[in-house]
């Protein structure tokens, strides 16, 4: 079975400075890995999907990921903190078959805090 | 911008009363999935369909939730009798087709407590 573990509950950073919240996986075969963002009371949204083409991943509003085989790990990173930001973030492997059944296995998320 | 609508957006009942959800997709999206996300937890899939069909109901609880989707279209989600535990978000989603590199779309969510 797939799994994600996000190593950090929670990330407190200063507006104008890196961002980086940490995913580790596992994966029996080359996972399909994103990230997702949920902002208080909204639903969830797509920041970036690995594909497999390209181990660096940009997403939207300045996001990027870097998968990295050796490490298992599929960190997403952020060179400026903007307030806008603060919201969970959850990382996430798709567990398909190959078939109709296409199950996401959510991290247990990370509360991103923003200070000005 | 087309979104996945969903309601009631909060939902307060007592134990043993029957709920449900109702959820409206994307239009033109054939696969659509409910989530509950418990708070703290992320979101774990209770039910996928593919267009009217159940792909996968295997974390549904049946003796008390069930999911219908009858003409592939908008879907319901149903608890009766609610239990204490129960209290959650439950997030509807859509995604174009099923495969695993698909985008899901979240609609806002329905919060429920159960008193």
């Known amino acids: 079975a797939q799994s994600v573990t996000q190593l950090d509950s929670h990330v407190s950073v200063s507006e104008g400075t890196p961002v980086l919240l940490r995913c580790n996986y596992s994966?029996?075969?080359?996972?399909?890995l994103f990230w997702y963002v949920q902002h208080p009371n909204k639903g969830l949204q797509l920041l970036l999907k690995?594909?497999?083409?390209?181990?660096l991943v940009k997403g939207i509003n300045g996001f990027e990921a870097e998968f990295k085989k050796s490490e298992t790990s599929f960190h997403l990173t952020k060179p400026s903190a903007h307030m806008s930001d603060a919201a969970e973030y959850f990382c996430v492997v798709s567990e398909w078959d190959g078939g109709a059944t296409n199950k996401l296995i959510f991290g247990t998320g990370t509360l991103l805090a923003v200070q000005p | 911008e087309a979104e996945v609508a969903q309601s009631p957006r909060y939902k307060i009942t007592e134990k043993s009363q029957a709920v449900a959800f109702w959820c409206d997709p994307i239009s033109g999206h054939a696969t659509l999935y409910w989530y509950r996300q418990i708070l703290g937890q992320g979101p774990e899939l209770l039910v996928q369909?593919?267009?009217?069909?159940?792909?996968?109901d295997s974390q549904l609880p049946k003796d008390r939730f069930s999911a219908e989707r009858l003409k592939g279209v908008d879907s319901t989600l149903k608890i009766q009798p609610a239990e204490l535990g129960d209290s959650a978000m439950y997030l509807c989603?859509?995604?174009?087709?099923?495969?695993?590199?698909?985008?899901?779309?979240f609609g806002e969510g329905s919060r429920l407590t159960v008193l």
């Open positions: 369909f593919q267009d009217e069909s159940v792909v996968d």
């Open positions: 994966s029996s075969y080359s996972p399909s």
């Open positions: 989603a859509s995604s174009l087709r099923t495969g695993g590199l698909q985008e899901l779309f």
């Open positions: 690995y594909t497999s083409a390209a181990t």
